[in-house]
């Protein structure tokens, strides 16, 4: 169909779902669901679709998933992009609401509709595509919309109301790839009975990236950083604001980067040296390292890992037997890496299960050249702390450490 031809055709379209035929009564509303479905999978370059109903809090949320053709062509994703935008427009029936809207080529998809004109979704959807074709395991693009949180750094009895008034003006990603899919729309102000699905007028949000490598790439960084390199060969419209998440940067390791481009090879390699320093422990379940380098940011990085040396300790002994552990060795190890990256930093490691206290978890970091932590292993975070004095000094001494970091400010 011709590029020219395809406003006409979606307001024609538009125009019968709404408003029905003179001669005839009123569509149901089921009709034009079904039409909209209809007239989506007869356009060139689309292998089919799906309308899902998840319910969300008593209502029926509609999400589209359109299946494109693996020989899509440039022109034919701009116009099926186009036409998927147009669903929150088509007439659901009560306690229905319009969802998300997603693309799918192959092993990857694509639901960033939140852009402010349709040359900027063409620009953003070819750049998926191109993207799906360097070789990685998958690409998915989508909209990422940050919270205003306290973020990466948790406020403690040790953390000034000062500091925690300043983290809470920082934004970060809700544990985005920890958990859950990162990036999904965040619902503005808009009420259940309207669409919070992607529209073309919305006001622009950023962008979140993922690409999934491998099994075969995540032990060959060779390989890894060939394919980066691909990546960064081609032409990105770009995004206000975003991230970039990298599954597989080494075995069990995430790297999550907050920019809107694609992360240098400096920052790459930063998240497998810290993931390098956990090589020893044998029971590691994963590694994930977000990268932050905003004037407010910093790097956090959320370990778990199950030692049997913790099996089963008592709260009392838990200190005592963490300290037997690689992982505890690691840590100490982990502390100088993240203080000569020259950032603000968290860490949050996460391990066995305790009698009687849930599970093991041991919280520290550094803001502004204080050292915080969690009261609850006050041994362990002396040591820790001590640890970073040294990184600064060499010495261990506490009190010179707290001078340098004084002259710092």
């Known amino acids: 169909m011709p590029r020219s031809a395809l406003p006409v055709f979606i307001a024609a379209v538009m125009m019968t779902m709404l408003a029905g035929c003179a001669s005839g009564p009123f569509p149901s ?26 319910p969300v809090d008593g209502a029926v949320k509609v999400d589209l998933v359109v299946t494109l053709a693996e020989e899509v062509t440039e022109e034919e994703l ?26 799918r080529l192959a092993g990857s998809a694509y639901s960033y509709f939140d852009l402010t004109t349709p040359e900027s979704l063409h620009a953003q959807l070819g750049y998926w595509r191109e993207l799906t074709a360097v070789g990685f395991e998958s690409i998915s693009t989508r909209t990422y919309s940050a919270p205003v949180t306290a973020g990466m750094f948790d406020v403690t009895d040790q953390v000034s109301a000062e500091t925690a008034d ?13 958990t859950a899919a990162p990036g999904e ?64 940067l080494a075995p069990f390791t995430t790297g999550q980067f907050v920019q809107s481009e694609l992360p240098t090879a400096e920052q790459i390699e930063f998240v497998r040296e810290t993931s390098a320093v956990f090589d020893e422990s044998e029971q590691l379940a994963s590694v994930h390292v977000r990268v932050d380098d905003s004037a407010l940011g ?29 992982e505890w060795q690691e840590l100490l190890a982990l502390v100088p890496e993240l203080q000569n990256a020259n950032r603000d930093f968290s860490v949050n490691f996460v391990g066995n299960n305790l009698t009687g206290l849930g599970v093991f978890e041991l919280k520290f970091g550094v803001r502004d050249c204080e050292f915080w932590s ?29 001078q340098v970091c004084a002259d710092q400010r």
């Open 29 to 54: 509303v089921q009709t034009a669901l079904e039409s909209f479905n209809q007239t989506l999978r007869s356009l060139p370059g689309v292998e089919g679709s799906s309308l899902d109903r998840p």
């Open 374 to 402: 969690g009261s609850q292993w006050p041994d362990l975070t002396r040591e820790l702390q001590l640890a970073w004095a040294s990184s600064l000094h060499g010495t261990g001494a506490l009190t010179m450490a707290e």
């Open 298 to 326: 910093g790097t956090q990085v959320n370990v778990t890992a199950f030692d049997d040396t913790m099996q089963g300790v008592k709260a009392g002994e838990a200190a005592k037997a963490f300290r037997e552990t690689a």
């Open 166 to 178: 300043g983290l809470a003006s920082q934004g970060t990603e809700a544990q985005p790839s920890l």
């Open 78 to 103: 701009a116009d099926i992009g186009d036409y998927a935008s147009t669903f929150p427009t088509v007439q659901l029936d009560q306690g229905q609401w319009a969802g998300t809207v997603e693309l």
């Open 185 to 248: 729309p965040a619902p503005a102000t808009v009420s259940p009975t309207e669409s919070s699905a992607p529209s073309l007028s919305a006001a622009a949000r950023g962008r979140l990236v993922v690409i999934e490598l491998s099994s075969e790439e995540r032990g060959d960084s060779e390989r890894t950083m060939q394919l980066l390199e691909t990546a960064r060969s081609l032409h990105d419209p770009g995004a206000a604001t975003g991230e970039w998440d990298l599954m597989g």
